[in-house]
């Protein structure tokens, strides 16, 4: 049984109250906070394995304690709950380290199954740092795939910023970044990076690789500051930009 800590950040106290409800009856752990600085606290004291929060919070809002907690911690699991619907919203909080965005009103089963899902991504990506695949495993001919202080570790699929902060990367992250590495310049589609990923699990709709590559560059930013490596080549696709 999967032993989930979940910290909920809502101002609606009848919110935080029907999602411990329904994560409860799932078996899962739940605290609440009700503004960005008490969620941080508790952030701190719990280290919950996923943290949903509303993004319209008091003072700080849930874009500025996404940004925060995703400068210190990879590793944990982030779901905005949001009012807004806009593609680009929801884009913007992906950009910012968001795992997923859930719009309000929300089904409780929907809330359910991304937890779930993301922490065990999570946890395979945690498992997989530690406990590397052992050497005499068949590994790719490539060890590293390196464009000035860019690294791509393809053994441990780990992805190294300008300053050397490492991000494990899930297998369509992975496999798209490799593609876009291993030729630079070159444009590709988002069909041609659909077949390259190759994902059974990936659910395909026509912002599927708009938001990975949304993923792709929070990783690869740089003290802050937005990635200018993978850049979009309007209406046709991406490229691997070297600086």
Request: overall charge negative.
């Amino acid at each position: 049984m999967l032993e989930i800590k979940v910290l909920i950040i809502d101002d609606d106290v009848f919110t935080c109250e029907v999602l411990e409800t329904v994560l409860n009856n799932e078996s899962i752990s739940t605290w609440s906070a009700h503004n960005a600085l008490s969620a941080y606290e508790l952030y701190l004291e719990v280290k919950p394995d996923v943290l949903l929060m509303d993004l319209r919070l008091p003072g700080k809002d849930g874009y500025a304690l996404t940004r925060e907690i995703r400068a210190e911690n990879n590793l944990v699991g982030i779901i905005h709950l949001s009012s807004k619907n806009e593609l680009l919203d929801r884009i913007l909080g992906l950009e910012l380290g968001a795992d997923a965005c859930i719009p309000k009103p929300f089904d409780s089963k929907e809330v359910v199954a991304q937890i779930k899902a993301i922490y065990r991504r999570i946890h395979t990506e945690i498992n997989m740092i530690e406990d590397p695949a052992p050497a005499n495993e068949r590994q790719d001919e490539l060890v590293n795939i390196q464009h000035g202080n860019i690294r791509l570790d393809v053994k441990n699929r780990l992805l190294y910023n300008a300053h050397g902060d490492a991000s494990p990367l899930s297998h369509n992250e992975f496999q798209m970044l490799k593609a876009l590495m291993l030729k630079p310049g070159e444009v590709f589609s988002r069909d041609d990076l659909l077949d390259i990923a190759q994902s059974s699990s990936w659910q395909v709709g026509d912002r599927t690789v708009d938001l990975a590559v949304a993923k792709l560059r929070n990783k690869l930013k740089d003290n802050g500051r937005a990635s200018k490596h993978v850049i979009t080549v309007h209406g046709i696709g991406y490229m691997f930009k070297v600086s």
